[in-house]
């Protein structure tokens, strides 16, 4: 880590500590708000409800549209064959209707003069007594504000749909359609600037029509203006969840991480070995199954860092020990120069030490290689049958040309075509070392059996490779410890040297990448065989 990020670090550290220093509680809040913020936005602008409205408000003036007009028609029209509207009559008719104060009145004649309006000709005066002056609370200029704001910004860009339920038109055009005999609504504004919802029905006598009649009402968006008044309270409400809300998944999810983060860095550092969190770990749910994944991963990472600990002390005490007999040879030698006969023994066990620091160190980095191999190699699917036996082919030649052991292989799976799944290189090295090893033990002449069957642990089929041999056996309390690395105690009349002991464990440390397992069992009649147990289908 550079400089830089470790400022970095110090400086987001403080951040992290109160609750929007942390991008995901911010996440969290943000998205929770912003759909909040929409459903705000669209109660605010309103073009549904605008629309309901609109059209009950014209389906409620064409009632009383016609209602008026048949009362002016019976009251005010006279005359046959040429009807006429008397215009006294038709004022007082529109005088004594008596209509709300939200609600204008006009009558026109044929000829689209004005006859009379009901603002002017009603004499009626409203006497209540007076509220109190007071200013506007600040929720209601707020909510008026909001709601003002919303339909100025946001109108535009949602399709207004009460446009659709009244057309807007002219008075003239409204006039044209109703002298003709027709109903005709539309919404406009008048001249003090309000939105209003305007029909117009004719005045007959018979069929003829004498004249207009016209109902205005103003109170549209004073009605849509209380109705958003009215949703501020649950607005307040839905935020105060939304907030609460994102609280609880900030401390559901957020603090967790964050906790596990500086968990992390504490183990990065050295201040501790493992992680320690039982309040995350015990959760179940994703942060439990992150927090135990973590966990599992510290702890496999100290492990192998105290297994290389070890390697590396095995490695100094493996070499060390040729190195040690090679300076004693050679100081050794110095001093029994005149002796030709020392002098030969002495080269043979240097030359047998410098071939068995060869063969360490060729074990020694094969076995440091391995575990990156098999990460990097891709797994394939094997037919394991075929697979050992083409293995065990290769050692054929071996017991004519050397006079040693002979191998022979045996299918005892019956063609059950097992598969398994692995990588060939480290699956040969596994068989290979086991039959080496089984080789090594066996007497001139014997027979070292390779045998693969078909086995199960539970519903699981798995492919079970044997290699049998007719040697010494192992030492019942040493069946475990023979994979240990460097472990290299052999019969006596073995040769020394021969084995740096990384064999077994090496086959052991592929199995197991393989998800199977090894194990060794003395025979009945004598010799070791190794077992190699691998999951197939």
Known sequence: MTRQDSERRKAEGPRGRHLFGSRIARLIFASNLAG???LIIGAMVLNEMRASFVV???QDLVAQAQVFS?????????GQPSPVMDENLARATLAD???PVSVRGKVYTDGGELVGDSYFLSDRVIVSSLPPIQEPSQLSRWSRSLSEWAVSTFGALVPNRGGDAVRTQTFEQEFNVAIGGGE????RFNDRGQRIISVSVPVQHVSAVVGVLTLESNDIDEIIRAERAALIPFIGVAVLVAMITSGLLTIGIARPLRRLSRAADEVRTGSTQQLDLPNITRRRDEIGALANSMQ????????????NERFAADVAHELKNPLTSIRSAVETAERVQDNPEA????HKVIAQDVGRLDRLITDISNASRLEAEITRVPTETLNIARFVEDIVSTYEHLAVRDDRAKVVYDDATMGAGLRVRGREGPLGQVIRNLIDNALSFSPEAGTVRVRIEQGRIGPQTTARIMIEDEGPGLPEDKLEKIFDRFYTDRPKGSAFGKNSGLGLSIVRQIAT??????????????????????PAN
């Open 343 to 346: 002098m030969q023994k002495l």
């Open 97 to 99: 209707l008596s209509l």
């Open 70 to 78: 048949n009362l002016l028609a019976e009251g005010a029209t006279f």
């Open 296 to 307: 599992s991963m510290t702890e496999a990472l100290f492990e192998r860092i105290t297994s």
């Open 513 to 534: 990448t393989h998800m199977g397992r090894v194990w060794a069992e003395n025979r009945d009649g004598g010799g070791a065989c190794f077992i190699v147990e691998l």
């Open 56 to 58: 009950a408000k014209k």
């Open 36 to 38: 909040l913020a929409i």
């Open 184 to 187: 005709a609504a539309s919404q």
